[in-house]
């Protein structure tokens, strides 16, 4: 059945044109950074063109950038949404102009009939690229790792570059102004705690018998988790904020199914939820780059002093929790049989997925009155799907996945945390990444989860202002 309402039209829209981004080849708006700015100047172009022309109290603040000159004629707000979000998908995405002029004439209420509309629409858009040219890109021309130890460098096992190195360097930010910084990663049993949990639960299958002693090894079930929550720019998904936005989606219209015309709560929420998440994407890789801390693959295989580019043997006995060929599980290669798992190409500290998933889903806790630390009833009655597990994706092996069907029991505050956590069951990242170890209501200044809780509070507070 097509969707009527115009946000979740083009919404769809925005998340298909993620998902080809990733499959078509022609490297439009790829990777978790660019991915996120795109679909929040999509979002805030939606946004702008409702709340210019039909100001009220769900944006009591106005609009994200000053509303454009008055257009002749009375401009028809299904058209402006239309035009704004056109506008700015074909401007990023622009390999997918074809299917996005058949999705306008698909438009709802005849959107391409309203020339003041349009007109309209088109100026915000025009406005949104504007104020974002300078942003910086996700290249990574001039950077060198270092040899150090702890610091981060390439996945041994796949040939890669570094993504975003200078992406957080000069943040234009979308609703924040502070310049959150993380503490450092803990240091001495806390980090061999992490470095023991993620050696054992993010193994590499192949590999589980070079495992010694007891403890806990990795589950089915926490195997689970970590595909569910992949996205990792597969072929057919596409990355993390569209899996963010497919869960906040379904709460939303769940909400908000008594409204009898939502459209400016879904204009308003989607707003702030992808531009958290892009303030998020600009904020990680700062710190990401500022710590450039080791992936596990490096920090396992490297433990030991006499391991790695900097290495000399100066210990008296090889360190037991050093395994010079350790592999982790890996980020999921879906949808490319004959491919290899493998960890993402930048530094590990904090971790982007807790920091999109923590600010997309604590700015919906908080438009939904529900902010506070502890489990909430925003996902009662709902199942979620992941692409990842639809019965549909393979795996790099070329095996069809089962379909599952999960629930937040905890609500969005247990998504937030097995979020973080699914990253370690893939073994890319160390526990801390996400939230220090036992930090149950996320209070310590450590990791993704805190960082991106912080983003959503401040862009919710700052109501989708830029800094001046």
């Given amino acids: 059945m097509e969707q009527t309402n115009p946000i979740l039209f083009w919404n769809d829209v925005a998340m298909e044109a993620n998902r080809q981004s990733h499959t078509n080849g022609k490297e439009e708006q790829t990777g978790p950074t660019m991915s996120s700015r795109a679909q929040a100047i999509v979002h805030l172009a939606m946004h702008d063109a409702w709340f210019a ?3 009220g109290p769900e944006a009591p603040l106005g609009t994200y950038l000053p509303p454009p000159p008055d257009t002749p004629g009375q401009p028809a707000t299904n058209a402006a949404i239309a035009s704004a979000a056109y506008c700015t998908l074909a401007s990023l995405f622009p390999s997918q102009r074809a299917y996005f002029d058949e999705r306008l004439s698909a438009a709802p209420k ?3 009939l309203d020339l003041a509309g ?3 629409g088109l100026l915000i858009a025009q406005a949104l690229l504007e104020a974002r040219k300078d942003d910086n890109d996700a290249k990574d021309t001039g950077y060198s790792p270092s040899t150090g130890r702890f610091r981060h460098r390439p996945d041994p096992d796949n040939k890669q570059g570094f993504h975003g190195p200078f992406y957080g360097l000069k943040p234009h930010l979308f609703g924040t102004q502070t310049v959150f910084e993380l503490n450092p990663p803990p240091s001495g049993g806390d980090y ?4 023991a949990q993620v050696r054992r639960e993010g193994i ?9 002693g007891g403890g806990s090894r990795r589950s089915p079930r926490e195997t689970l988790t970590g595909i569910f929550w992949g996205y990792d720019g597969a072929k057919g998904l596409g990355t993390p904020p569209r899996l963010y936005n497919q869960i906040v989606r379904k709460v939303m219209e769940k ?5 009898p015309d939502p459209t400016a709560r879904y204009a308003r929420l989607l707003a702030l939820v992808h531009a958290a998440m892009a303030d998020a994407g600009i904020l990680a890789w700062r710190e990401k780059y500022r710590y450039d801390y080791w992936r596990p693959v490096v920090g396992i295989r490297e433990h030991d002093e006499s391991m790695g580019p900097a290495g000399s043997d100066q210990t008296a006995a090889f360190s037991a929790d050093c395994d010079p060929f350790w592999l982790p599980f890996g980020a999921p290669k879906s949808n490319e049989p004959g491919t290899k798992n493998f960890t993402p190409p930048f530094p590990a500290y904090p971790s982007g997925h807790a920091s999109f998933g923590s600010a997309a889903f604590q700015m919906t806790r908080i438009y939904y009155g529900t902010g506070a630390a502890g489990a909430d009833t925003l996902c009662d009655g709902l199942e979620f799907v992941s692409d990842e597990l639809n019965g549909v994706t393979t795996d790099n092996h070329g095996t069809v996945r089962p379909r599952h069907s999960q629930k937040f029991r905890e609500g969005l505050w247990g998504a937030i945390r097995e979020n973080g956590l699914s990253r370690v069951y893939l073994g890319v990242h160390w526990v801390f990444d996400a939230f220090a170890a036992g930090d149950t209501n996320f209070t310590q200044n450590i990791g993704g989860v805190p960082l991106g809780m912080k983003i959503a509070e401040e862009v919710h507070t700052r109501g989708l202002k830029p800094p001046v």
Avoid: F, G, M, V
């Fill in 53 to 55: 022309i039909n100001p």
């Fill in 110 to 112: 005849s959107a391409t």
């Fill in 118 to 120: 349009q007109r309209y």
């Fill in 192 to 195: 061999l705690s992490a470095l």
């Fill in 204 to 212: 590499k299958p192949e590999l589980t018998d070079t495992l010694a």
């Fill in 255 to 259: 909400q908000e199914a008594a409204d």
